[in-house]
C-alpha cells in the first residue's frame, strides 16, 4: 500500500522559514501530481501548491512568492520550503497525490486520491 510520510513540521514564528518534506514509496513521483494542501482549525482545506510530472508549479494566492514546492524523484521525496510565514499559515499540511487532471492542477482536493497524515505548523506573531 502506497503511503506518504511528512515530516518537518513544528512551530515558528512569523517571518521565519520552515520546510516540508514528504516521502513516498512506489513510483508516485514520476507519473502522479503531488501537491500540500493545508486546513486550520474550523476552515476548509485548501490547496497551497502542487507540482505535475514535468515540474511545472503552480500556487494559491496566499502563499505565491513566499512557499516553494519542488520534488526529488531520486529520493521519492516532495519539499514545501515556507518562507516569510505569517500566522495565517498556521495548519495542519498534508502532502496528497493524484494522477494527472484538471482537478489535481487546479488543487481541487477531489483530485488527489492518496493522502498523508500531517504535519502541524504553527506560526507565532
Known amino acids: ?12 514564528q512569523a517571518g521565519g522559514s520552515l520546510r516540508l518534506s514528504c516521502t513516498a514509496s512506489g513510483y508516485l513521483y ?13 476552515q476548509e482545506r485548501e490547496g497551497v501548491a502542487v507540482i505535475d510530472t514535468d515540474g511545472r508549479t503552480r500556487y494559491a494566492d496566499s502563499v505565491k512568492g ?17 518562507n516569510v510565514v505569517k500566522p495565517g499559515d498556521t495548519a495542519m499540511y498534508s502532502c496528497a497525490a493524484g494522477l494527472p487532471s484538471p482537478s489535481a492542477w487546479f488543487l481541487v482536493w477531489s483530485g488527489y486520491n492518496i493522502w498523508g497524515q500531517g504535519p502541524p505548523v504553527t ?3
Open 1 to 12: 500500500q502506497v503511503q506518504l510520510v511528512e515530516s518537518g513540521g513544528g512551530s515558528v
Open 30 to 42: 514520476s507519473n502522479y501530481y503531488m501537491g500540500w494542501f493545508r486546513q486550520a482549525p474550523g
Open 66 to 82: 513566499r512557499f516553494t514546492i519542488s520534488k526529488d524523484n531520486a529520493k521519492y521525496t516532495l519539499y514545501l520550503q515556507m
Open 123 to 125: 506560526v507565532s506573531s
